[in-house]
């Protein structure tokens, strides 16, 4: 089953404004992390939030966690063109067999207009 | 310059041709892994490495074998390809720590055709 699940897959806005992306998972987790690529290219890690942490701050980056409802959200503050890019989050399952194995899920496609 | 490279970049096939895609990182990692990236689909694991010589299998591993014989190489192994394996490949890496999962390092991706 898919663990991570971003809303919404698209999400189109000016310049300066703000952008939130979410993200579901299934089971429980370890750490939450969340990624950017540009098209086509490989990932860029932009930040991890560990299972006992609530909100993590990195520049314009926010990123909030809710284990009790097995979700995040990315909030990117005064969007830039340069800001445009898929963003996707990843999460790894807690303890015994599932270490390792790290799930991502389908992305959101961010697109600032200047 | 720490990095993860991936060779080749781009390689076109014909089904049951075996290929090997090449995965080095020269940050000392113990972890790594392979990915593959289709439309619609998002990223799915393939297979990963704990440790030298520690492989298991992600998500999609059918059709797909690794070896870890050292630290540094990880390559990904199509014994007989075919065509529904036309995707773009990612191998990553990341220090290993008892915490979960911890920031992956990609490399610049192979894409494949296989006709």
């Known amino acids: 089953s898919q663990q991570g699940e971003e809303d919404p897959q698209a999400l189109s806005i000016q310049e300066g404004e703000n952008a939130t992306m979410n993200c579901s998972y299934k089971t429980s987790i370890n750490n939450l992390q969340w990624y950017r690529q540009n098209s086509g290219r490989g990932l860029v890690h932009l930040i991890l939030?560990?299972?006992?942490?609530r909100e993590k701050h990195s520049g314009r980056l926010r990123v909030t966690l809710d284990t009790s409802k097995k979700s995040s959200s990315l909030l990117i503050t005064a969007s830039r063109a340069a800001d445009t890019a898929s963003y996707f989050c990843?999460?790894?399952?807690?303890?015994?067999?599932?270490?390792?194995?790290?799930?991502f899920g389908q992305g959101t496609i961010l697109t600032v207009h200047p | 310059e720490a990095q993860v490279t991936q060779n080749p970049r781009y390689l076109i096939t014909v089904t049951g041709k075996k290929l090997t895609v090449t995965c080095s990182q020269n940050m000392n990692h113990e972890y790594m892994s392979w990915y593959r990236q289709d439309p619609g689909l998002g990223l799915r694991q393939i297979y990963y490495s704990m440790n030298v010589e520690v492989t298991d299998k992600g998500d999609v591993p059918e059709g797909y074998k690794v070896s870890r014989k050292e630290k540094r190489n990880f390559p990904l192994i199509l014994e007989s390809p075919s065509p529904n394996q036309t995707s773009l490949y990612f191998c990553a890496s990341s220090p290993r720590t008892s915490g979960g999962q911890e920031t992956q390092y990609f490399g610049p991706g192979t894409r494949l055709l296989v006709l």
């Open positions: 939030i560990r299972s006992n942490e």
């Open positions: 990843a999460t790894d399952g807690a303890g015994g067999t599932s270490y390792g194995k790290l799930t």
